[in-house]
């Protein structure tokens, strides 16, 4: 994708490294840039480290070594993180992660909440989240009776609610019905935000997404896109500014 002059990349890793306690590196010499606009997929075998990724973005993980930079901003300590997490919605690949509240319309107006909106701009903008899905007969209901596809969905309203930035999307067709994972391809793909989306469905990353990376080693191999998109990108030239005709 082409960048002006004035753009500037919304998440930037360079040289990023990371293990967990007493394990070989899951990231090594990890570099990444997401500019504003971009709609990027991440496809890449189990264990990969595409979930550790997405957190050492957040700042859940701490890497051993390289530098975050997040909306312009270096991003080390905890508090660099605080500043910026609401900005950035991520949807875990675990539903249980992301949702705690008893029912649909206290998780989705939560984090609302923690933004400082009143109880009553919340629960407006919760509902607002939650029509936006589909979701409205679910205010009441309780969040650890739905089932595995609803929770997904719930979730994916949480992050919505908090009208972040940018997403990082982990495996958002998690426990979909076909007819409802063709549903969130259209509405992800009408969404005006920039976002990382890790998926193993190549049609939803077609839906949704303007390029594909893998990752192999610890790394994003951005030199060069995948396949499938070669309606988009007949040719190998990665993410060099070029023009297509
Ligand atoms: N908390 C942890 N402690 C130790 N090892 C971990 C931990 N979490 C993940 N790992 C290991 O790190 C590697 C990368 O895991 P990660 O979850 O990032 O992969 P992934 O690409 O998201 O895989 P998947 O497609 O299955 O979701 C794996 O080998 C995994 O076993
Ligand atoms: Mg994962």
Redesign the pocket.
């Known amino acids: 994708m082409e960048h002006d002059a004035q753009s500037h990349p919304i998440i930037s890793l360079r040289d990023i490294s990371f293990a967990?306690?007493?394990?070989p590196p899951?990231l090594k010499n990890l570099d990444f840039d997401l500019y504003p606009q971009e709609r990027v997929g991440l496809v890449?075998?189990?264990?990969?480290?595409?979930?550790?990724?997405?957190?050492v973005i957040m700042g859940l993980l701490k890497p051993t070594g390289g530098a975050i930079t997040l909306f312009g901003q270096p991003a080390e300590k905890e508090a660099d993180f605080v500043a910026i997490r609401r900005r950035i919605g991520l949807l875990f690949?675990d539903a249980d992660d992301q949702l705690f509240s008893p029912t649909v319309l206290e998780d989705v107006a939560f984090g609302p909440l923690n933004l400082g909106h009143s109880r009553d701009e919340a629960i407006a903008v919760a509902r607002r989240a939650l029509d936006r899905l589909g979701l409205s007969e679910f205010e009441d209901r309780i969040t650890f009776r739905l089932s595995g596809g609803e929770k997904r969905l719930v979730s994916l309203a949480t992050i919505l609610a908090m009208e972040p930035e940018v997403l990082l999307l982990?495996?958002p067709t998690t426990g979909l019905d076909d007819r409802t994972r063709e549903t969130l391809a259209g509405l992800i793909a009408d969404l005006d935000l920039a976002y990382i989306l890790?998926s193993?469905n190549t049609r939803f990353l077609e839906q949704t997404t303007d390029m594909t990376y893998s990752?192999e080693d610890g790394h994003i191999k951005t030199d060069e896109l995948l396949q499938f998109h070669e309606h988009v990108h007949a040719h190998p030239h990665g993410r060099i500014p070029h023009q297509h005709d």
Request: glycine letters at 14%; hydrophobic letters at 25%.
């Open positions: 967990y306690p007493g394990r899951v890449a075998p189990n264990g990969s480290g595409k979930t550790t990724l997405f957190h690949q982990d495996e890790i193993h990752m």
